[in-house]
């Protein structure tokens, strides 16, 4: 059995067509780091800052309501056994109902922001793949590839679709 898959595997590298290194060498292949992008073209770089001051004012509101809801927390725990019953139970619905408030605005400004990183991210990609588009075409490459396991640094393209994407915005 290991002697016949010996002998396939022979004639399967003795079948491969001796022209394929020549064929290999004239490929050009590059890669393109989706994570730098959403890191360091500038469009991507302005989206943050936008999101984050569109954001800004609700991301306080929550801070403040987190220190209300621990607040109340601290002071039942620490007065609970010395209220009257009736005190101890009117903030502790106080407390319930204010903690669903707050897990409730902080789970639709997670969706929020969640939806608009996602919109500002489709914007990077769609400038970014005109970019790699044409940069394909300007120097001829056969094959980019995005998203990688691993690729070696002399194939990365990354700086060159950042710069691509940078001189986009300079010419508008």
Do not use: H
Request: no cysteine; net charge positive; aromatic share 4%.
């Amino acid at each position: 059995m290991k002697k016949t898959i010996a002998r396939l595997l022979v004639a399967l590298i003795a079948s491969l067509p001796v022209s394929y290194a020549s064929a290999t060498d004239s490929l050009k292949v590059g890669y393109v780091n989706t994570q730098r992008l959403f890191r360091d073209a500038p469009a991507a770089v302005r989206a943050a800052k936008k999101i984050e001051q569109e954001f800004s004012k609700r991301d306080q509101d929550l801070q403040r309501l987190a220190k209300q809801v621990q607040g109340l927390q601290e002071g039942l725990e620490k007065n609970g056994l010395t209220m009257a019953e009736a005190d101890r139970r009117a903030k502790e619905k106080d407390l319930g109902e204010l903690s669903r408030e707050f897990q409730r605005k902080q789970r639709e400004f997670r969706e929020d922001l969640n939806l608009r990183q996602n919109e500002e991210n489709a914007a990077i990609i769609e400038k970014a793949n005109k970019a790699i588009k044409q940069l394909a075409d300007s120097e001829k490459y056969d094959l980019i590839v995005q998203d990688v396991v691993w690729v070696s640094p002399k194939l990365d393209i990354t700086d060159k679709v950042i710069k691509a994407l940078s001189d986009a915005k300079e010419a508008k």
